[in-house]
């Protein structure tokens, strides 16, 4: 069974940062795709960034784009990601995810990942 337990969510004001990590067990870690999604309030989910089993290739959504950094580190079956300059427009609940397709490839829909973690909420006031 895999487990995926997220952490780092909270309140922020605008432009600060945070960092969220998700730890992942009950698999083999490395070998999958990861990625963040998030939903707001009445909003769809929307992948937020993906990386690659070997970490050499993501993706980020346009909204966040030089702001926020997925990254991975497979010794510690974790994936992590940094929010910088955040905007109210951030606030969402964060989930991380992980799925079954086994190319090297940053998935960026949601169809790709089985498995998801608990979620964290992120909450920037202006």
């Known amino acids: 069974q895999v487990q995926l337990v997220v952490s780092g969510g909270g309140l922020v004001q605008a432009g600060g940062s945070l960092r969220l990590s998700c730890a992942a067990s009950?698999?083999?870690?490395?070998?999958?795709?990861m990625a963040w999604f998030r939903q707001a309030p009445g909003k769809d989910r929307e992948v937020v960034a993906a990386i690659s089993w070997s970490g050499g290739s993501t993706y980020y959504a346009d909204s966040v784009k030089g702001r926020f950094t997925i990254s991975r580190d497979n010794a510690k079956n974790t994936v992590y990601l940094s929010m910088n300059s955040l905007k109210p427009e951030d606030t969402a609940f964060y989930y991380c995810?992980?799925?079954?397709?086994?190319?090297?490839?940053?998935?960026?829909?949601?169809?790709?990942?089985?498995?998801w973690g608990q979620g964290t909420q992120v909450t920037v006031s202006s």
């Open positions: 995810a992980t799925g079954e397709r086994p190319w090297n490839t940053a998935y960026n829909d949601a169809a790709s990942y089985n498995y």
């Open positions: 009950g698999r083999t870690f490395r070998g999958y795709a």
